[in-house]
Every structure is written in C-alpha cells, then in structure tokens.
C-alpha cells in the first residue's frame, strides 16, 4: 500500500475567511483497499509566502514550461541576476 498526494482537479487555490489560503488537495491510497479523498492544506499568508519562495528557489534554473504561469516569467532569475521585467 503507498499514498499519493496531488492537487485536486478542478478546484483553484482560495482565500478563507479567517484570512488563509486553502489548497485542495486530493490523497490516493493504492492496493487492494485503495481510495481517495479530498481535503486542503490551509495555510497562515506567511506560510504561504514562505513556500512560494521556497518553489521559486527550487524551479530557479529550470526552463519556464509553456502552460505556465505568468507570475512564473519574470522572476525566473538566479539571485545574482534578478531584474524587473514588463514595469514602467
């Protein structure tokens, strides 16, 4: 038996109404018995600024796919080499 985790279909990330975010998530039991389950991992503002600069620094160096992002274009840079990009 193994889990997988993986982000639900369908549901965008959101903002609740103590001021969280909310990432759906869904949770993948394999085997015989296996199953699924939807939930979100919520998050403080803070802790989700501090993984969204942890996966910035992760994706650093690694080529922009196609269906990404926009947010993701101009701050793929390397520390050293950071600029601003498309700002008057």
Do not use: F, K, N, Y
Request: net charge positive.
């Amino acid at each position: 038996m193994s889990w997988t985790i993986e982000r639900t279909p369908g549901r965008p990330v959101r903002r609740t109404d103590d001021d969280r975010l909310a990432v759906p998530l869904r949770l993948t039991r394999t085997g015989p018995r296996g199953h699924s389950t939807d939930t979100e991992l919520t998050l403080s503002l803070a802790e989700a600024e501090h993984l969204h600069a942890a996966l910035c620094r992760a994706l650093d160096g690694q080529p922009v796919p196609p269906a990404a992002p926009d947010c993701r274009q101009p701050v793929q840079a390397s520390p050293g080499a950071a600029r601003i990009v498309g700002r008057a």
